[in-house]
């Protein structure tokens, strides 16, 4: 028997039928009641390929499905996800193989609070110590089961209390969480002459801690791991200033080889920005901070915190898909600036359309750390300072976007990249063998709307560098019809790999219908082997070839 | 336990068959200004007249695509239809810093707001940016559309200006 399940039913009878409610009546409040939802299919058909390394898929066909159901009626709401693998596609994570309902939550507010029973995402503030989230399409989820309550104290001061476990593909992890957030804005809070001021300050703190028994015969571990961070917000017009430090008592796990060494983190970020120009300045340093509910998970498995790279987030295929950073939780330290700027229409820069210009750098390098000498009994690891910058580097980006519209009918975006990738440290590969990649990118993304509702886009990628696989060409023509269809086609060919049978060609070909709320697509051709990322989480994903149908609605 | 869950599914469709209601409105949810101030979508509205709200990301290429190019015509938009555009950033902590400067930056008109914990996105069962739902006076959700291809925000504008001279749109959802 599912207690939460217990739960939401019994929320629901509770609300529909307490105060003896006249039928008239009852009636009156399920009229405003409104019921929406959405749904995702995708589904393969899979070919075996033994040229780009596609290995045969004894189903032939997979697929991934969901559908979301959401009950809202005034201050209550209600509502469930239905999940179905049948069999999870390649790369997914096997073990959601069936179906099942992986999420199911009632809530309501009443007055100034609101509770949550059943399954619920949250974070606290950027959420170095707390934060669950879902991206479906990489099969995370670290969902939560248990109770949340919200509640506003007063003007300016919230406070949110979480307990409960974690989603672990159908079940749950044995850890169990408990944390409490409070944030104060001080402008409402103190009202008067303030709550006009233009400097806007927010302060914020959290606690979590997590519990799971001792049952090592080797360990004395501890059976209950605090971590607790304080954070704040300083605006004032076109500036803003906002910082987080968090720490984590000792928390032995498979992730830092069982020390007992204390976690770090901090993240600070500044920003100016007026019409025409922006700037984000930004710094993070982690040490010893993977946090999971369950010492022994691993890879995408129970995380608590979520730790943001500090890198450009790309769009472009071969950018995003070949070389994504992915935070190294057991210690880095990063530093982001970004700028944009755009040319007025009619100045010298602008032309007669507007340009703008988006320049990023990113750079993440280890923490100076020392490694405690042989025979050390206090299993502290390491020692270490958060805020030193050690002599590997792991990361670098100079990108430089710049969009340029040169007639009503014609628009370009040109991308430049220069890329530092240390894949032995990001990827867990052996250095002997996997050097670190430096590339050079560069992308041409044409727009031709040749008619009204009539557009065809092209992308021109090259990617250059003499490691790993090296030089790579992606062609993409897409040709849209305004606002029901398009149809597109990509070859991604690895030209410059120094062996000649790895020089292939990977083509797909697509065409989808979107009307409203709802698009299908197919796809067919040859997906080469990637890494795909979704915020911090990236998954390997092997080479495919086949026929490919996503279906989404919402409604 | 499945018989549970099997009747929980029951009551929760048997409220969805007493319900007569068809106009859907924006649903509750607390998201945060520019400013760092937390505003609930209730109080969202435009004096009676139509308002979009676009989901969107700055890593999300055809979303940028798509604001960039209502942003060339936004000013003509608001003088014909009076109508307001609610962009609603879903970046979580990685971007949410970018999102004021590379608003500002592109020169956006637009109320902005952050979902960094995509409360709003489920809420309104977003499956993936850009989606875009057009809001009629009375704060009802006559319309959506999902992806962005070049020159759909042709046929937005055309849904808007019915809306603006008080027609009725044809497909309700």
Redo the contacts between chains.
Sequence with gaps: MNLTTLKTLSFILVLAFSNNLSAQKLDQILSRGEVHGNFQLDMQYYQEDSLIGASEVPEDVLMNAFANINYINGNFSAGFRYESYLNPLLGYPTKYKGNGIGYRYASFTKEKMSVTVGNYYEQFGNGLIFRTYEARGLGYDNVMDGIRINYKITEGLNVKGIIGKQRLYFEYGEGILRGIDGELMINDFLGGALKDSKTKVTLGGSFISKFQADQSSQYNLPENVGAYSGRFDIRRGKVSFNGEYAKKINDPSADNNFIYKEGEAFFAQTTYSTKGFGLTLSAKGVDNMSFRSDRNASLIDLQINYLPALTRQHAYNLLATLYPYATQPNGEVAFQGEMVKKFKKGSFLGGKYGTSILLNYSTVYNIDSTALPAGDTTQMGYTSNLFAVGDEKYYEEINIEITKKFSKKVKAIFTYSNMVFNQAVIQGKPAVDYPTVYANIGVIDVTYKFKKKHAIRAEFQGLFTKQDQQDWATVLLEYTFSPHWFVAVMDQYNYGNKYKEKKIHYYFASVGYVKGGNRIALGYGKQRAGIFCIGGVCRNVPAASGLTLSITSSF | ?KK??L???L??AS??F????E???I??VNLKNL????VNTSSFNNDGKPMIINFWA????PCK?EL?NIADVYEDWVEETGVKLIAISID????S??V????????WEYEVYID????FK???????VP?TFLVNGKGEIV?????Y????E??LYEAVKKLAAGEELN?K?
């Excluded at chain 2, 400013?35 to 937390?38: A, D, F, L, Q, V």
């Excluded at chain 2, 291809?149 to 759909?152: A, F």
Aim: charged share 20%.
């Design positions: 336990m549970l869950t009747l929980s599914i009551i929760i409220f969805a007493t319900s007569p209601n106009t859907r409105t649903p509750s400013e760092g101030k937390t700055t890593w999300c290429s695509r960039n979580d902590a990685r971007n810093g970018k004021a400067p590379y608003v500002n930056g592109k020169g960094s914990n995509q409360d489920r809420a309104l069962n977003v499956n993936n989606h319309w959506q559309h999902n992806s291809s070049e020159g759909d042709d046929e497909s959802k």
